[in-house]
């Protein structure tokens, strides 16, 4: 390795040192989900819209934050230290409507006085993470429940953000004499066999009917001889085929899997326990 090219990678490596790392707790909510969140927040505990805050974003620092004038928190924040920061709004008085990770919000809220919405939410954020998500509060007089209008709004705008945001590629549909990587993708992940002689095929960029509409093969194609096509036609079929049986035998697995899942262990309850539940209610 050349001196220039050291300095180079060094350089690189100095200035990565200094970008902000990402980590799980970068899970940016896209606006629409966190909009539908915050509303029902407001409607559910009479929250005035106009007193609602973020204070996690990149760089903050919620317990430096001005909560003044009773404002109150709506907001994401890292589920990683979710009890502290519980803690902290309970200590402070500061009113708050949080998310919070699904299966473990028992134990990261339940010792810092936070009522617990078990809602599983499955939010997909802006990193791309889907997260099973609940919700914790210092509204409410339950100390645990259900929220099923808000996990329907939830999902449901999650779905219709997917939805919307999704792109949506044209679809060609191309003559069975023409051979694309795209067909010979689908035969061959299935296991069938299926090859070419240089005299069977002649390379295309595009058809003559694309180029008024200035369009063109995607990588380019081979017109194919019709018993050629045929061969192919049937490798196709025999390549379906292949993927049904695949199919039905995954869905036999699974099955089996269920019933062997169904040999549970169940835990009991000691006589400590026992005489704990006596006392409560």
């Known amino acids: 390795m050349g001196i220039r090219q050291q300095t180079i990678d060094d350089y690189g490596a100095f200035v990565e040192k200094f970008k902000p790392k990402k980590t799980t707790d970068d899970c940016y909510t896209h606006p629409a989900v966190y909009e539908a969140i915050k509303d029902w927040a407001c409607r559910e505990y009479g929250i005035d819209p106009s007193k ?33 920061i519980c803690a902290f709004y309970r200590d402070n008085h500061i009113p708050f409507f949080l998310f919070a990770p699904n299966l473990t919000i028992f134990s990261s809220a339940s010792r810092n006085g936070a009522h617990m919405l078990v809602t599983d939410c499955a939010i997909e954020y802006a990193n791309g993470a889907i997260v099973n998500t609940s919700f914790v509060t210092s509204f409410g007089d339950d100390l645990i429940r259900t929220a099923p209008d808000l996990t329907k709004l939830v999902n449901d705008t999650v779905k219709r953000v997917r939805r919307e945001s999704r792109k949506h590629l044209p679809k060609y549909a191309y003559p069975p004499e023409l051979l694309t990587v795209t067909r010979l993708n689908k035969v061959g992940k299935a296991g069938v066999d299926f090859r070419v002689k240089a005299s069977d095929v002649a390379f295309t960029p595009r058809l003559a009917s694309q180029k008024a509409m200035k369009k063109a093969i995607f990588g380019g194609g081979y017109l194919m001889s019709e018993a050629k096509a045929a061969e192919l036609k049937a490798a196709e079929l025999k390549a379906a085929e292949l993927k049904a049986a695949e199919l039905k035998a995954a869905e036999l697995k699974a099955a089996e899997d269920v019933k062997a899942a169904e040999d549970v262990t169940i835990w009991p309850l000691n006589d400590k326990e026992k005489q704990i539940i006596e006392k409560l209610g």
């Open 52 to 84: 609602v805050v973020r204070p996690f974003y990149p760089g903050g620092d919620y317990e430096r934050f001005d909560y003044s004038d009773g404002k109150v928190v709506v907001d994401n924040p890292p589920f990683s230290i979710l009890s502290k």
